[in-house]
């Protein structure tokens, strides 16, 4: 089980230096082995319009490696490089070609896991200034208030064309992946609900991804693992998201964790603290070490805490201190088994 840093890239320096180097430290410094590294709607970690180049990506995992750290996973690719994949747009061929040829760079240049989206709206939130705990900020989401959002594309796509757009995309990729030896996964629509701005949110619900991993059966195919986006899913209510971890952990569809906890589920709910929220996490992590699973767990979504970073250097450093703690206390358990 492995302690890592969720990490996005630095707009001010985006094209010169994508990771800020100081944050690396502080991610090696607080005790992090590994580090997922993100890239939002269209600025990605390395330099590129339409797909990635193998030596920007090596040149990525050897500034990584120099922090004395190891680059886990890649997550996500601007949205542009990908989008008509997602909705079956006119250039769809010529990207599902530059991200084959991405996907390829990614394995050869030693990044062992590439983790995606299929949700154009992209994470989504009616509110970002809700208080909790002596008033940190959080989001959180009121299927109410979303509803009135305009169409995002001008017209109303349907879960069968999504659907077909995604298979015909998981049958292709996986192959390559596989034969890379590279493993790829989507994270779940956040928020996981019906419908956003007319565009399906496929990744909402267990069936969904009991679903996506028979599309190919590859160990290649499988699942970003983010239980904050599960438990705000209708399903994960009461004993619901520990029987996701263990399904898809058994299975070995979980490329790695993040771990987070929210208060409710779809269609109202708010981000919390780590140990704050519906979920227990003692309980959450005792059920990742028994069904084996040795991957990464990250910070993610972390609170607004009073004089904190842009990037939350408090609010993360807090979750992720309490994620080594848990690990050492479920290591403990079975040691004392």
């Known amino acids: 089980m492995k302690i890592g840093f969720n990490m996005g890239v630095n707009p001010v320096d985006y094209g010169q230096s994508a990771v800020d180097e100081d944050d690396l430290t502080f991610a090696a410094q607080m005790g992090a082995t590994h580090v997922v590294l993100q890239s939002y709607a269209d600025q990605g970690i390395v330099p590129g319009d339409e797909r990635w180049e193998y030596d920007d990506l090596l040149q990525l995992r050897k500034k990584v490696e120099d922090a004395g750290l190891v680059l886990e996973a890649l997550e996500n690719v601007p949205l542009k490089f990908y989008e008509q994949i997602i909705l ?70 349907t879960e069968d064309e999504m659907w077909a757009n995604l298979e015909d995309w998981i049958k292709v990729i996986v192959p390559v992946a596989e034969e890379e030896g590279i493993r790829i996964g989507i994270h779940p629509c956040d928020p996981p609900v019906e419908e956003l701005e007319g565009i399906p949110q496929l990744f909402r619900s267990f069936d969904a991804y009991k679903r996506l991993i028979d599309i190919v059966d590859s160990p290649s195919n499988c699942i970003e693992f983010c239980q904050g986006t599960f438990s705000e899913m209708a399903d994960a209510a009461g004993d619901g998201i520990y029987e996701m971890i263990e399904y898809f952990g058994k299975r070995n569809k979980i490329l790695y964790v993040h771990f987070r906890n929210v208060s409710g589920t779809v269609p109202s709910f708010r981000e919390e603290f780590i140990n704050t929220g519906h979920v227990d996490m003692y309980r959450a992590m005792q059920t990742y070490r028994k069904v084996g699973f040795e991957g990464m767990f990250v910070d993610d979504h972390v609170p607004v805490v009073i004089g904190d970073s842009n990037w939350g250097h408090r609010g993360r450093a807090f979750a992720n201190g309490y994620i080594q703690a848990l690990i050492d206390v479920v290591k403990a358990d079975v040691a004392d088994a």
């Open 88 to 157: 079956g747009g006119p250039d769809r061929a010529r990207q599902i070609e530059n991200m084959v040829y991405t996907v390829r760079n990614i394995a050869r240049a030693g990044i062992p896991i590439f983790g995606y989206h299929w949700m154009p709206t992209l994470v989504w939130r009616t509110s970002q200034t809700t208080r909790i705990r002596s008033g940190a900020r959080v989001t959180s989401f009121d299927l109410e208030e979303a509803i009135k959002a305009p169409l995002l594309k001008g017209r109303r796509y």
